[in-house]
């Protein structure tokens, strides 16, 4: 007769056998040289090609600030100056571009040295130039005024206003009226001067009032008043009755407001 076995018996007994199964001597597998070298060789390959890749980046900006920051390069030894210059002295000249020397080519505030040349109110602009390894080249632009601007200032041709540091004495026609006027007066001072130095006149003076009224002064301080119409004819008008310079040093002013004439008032000394 089989005998039977409890449930618990046979737990035993399995659990036994498979604890019998683990028993043993378990040998160590010696160390891989191998693949602890080929492991070591790619870290050490990409912290190699970090470093590169780094370099490649960050190596040109860190020289570039060396070299902008190291005069022993790149020593600015000499300023070349270019340009039609007539007002300003050379020892002006000097003063305003003079910073440069001895400050690095590379490290040179461009937009700053431009900025200090352009405070001297004579120059209009100016433009700069690196010739390497130790020059470097200033191109100036002056101003080329035409006339004195409301006593104070002086304007060129195309209208540009400007405060000069100081007005060279020569013999200025002045001009004088509204700001947003300037290119109307412009061309009436074109004309006048045009006009009047053909005929042997020489002009001194143009005024454009607040009521768009206009007068003329000239050498000899003739006044010619010629109001807000008909500019061109009343001009006509004094070119021809009066080509008599005799005559017209003995007259204070000639108002030329009148239709189809024009009144004149003679100097008080005149008998």
Known sequence: ????QSPSQTRYRKARKKGRNQLGVVQKKPFDWGRFGYVLYR?????FLVLLLVGI???????WQYLKENNLFFKIETVSVYG????????????????????NLIGLDMQQYQDNILSESWIKSVSLKRQWLHELEVYLVEQDPIAIWNETQMVDADGEIFTPSFIPDQPWVYLSGPKEKVSDILVVYEETQRRLTNAGFQLK?????ENESWTILLDNDLLLI???EDYSQRLSRFLRQFPDRNVLDVI????????????????????
């Open 205 to 209: 003076e143009i005024v454009l009032d």
């Open 226 to 228: 010629m109001g807000s």
């Open 252 to 271: 204070q002013h000639i108002d030329f407001r009148y239709k189809n004439g024009f009144s004149v008032k003679w100097k008080e000394d005149h008998q």
């Open 43 to 47: 870290f050490f390959r990409f912290v």
């Open 84 to 103: 039609e210059v007539d007002h300003l002295s050379q020892e002006r000249i000097n003063e305003l571009v003079k910073d440069a020397v001895g400050q």
């Open 57 to 63: 980046v960050a190596g040109p900006y860190y020289g």
């Open 1 to 4: 007769m089989k005998r039977l």
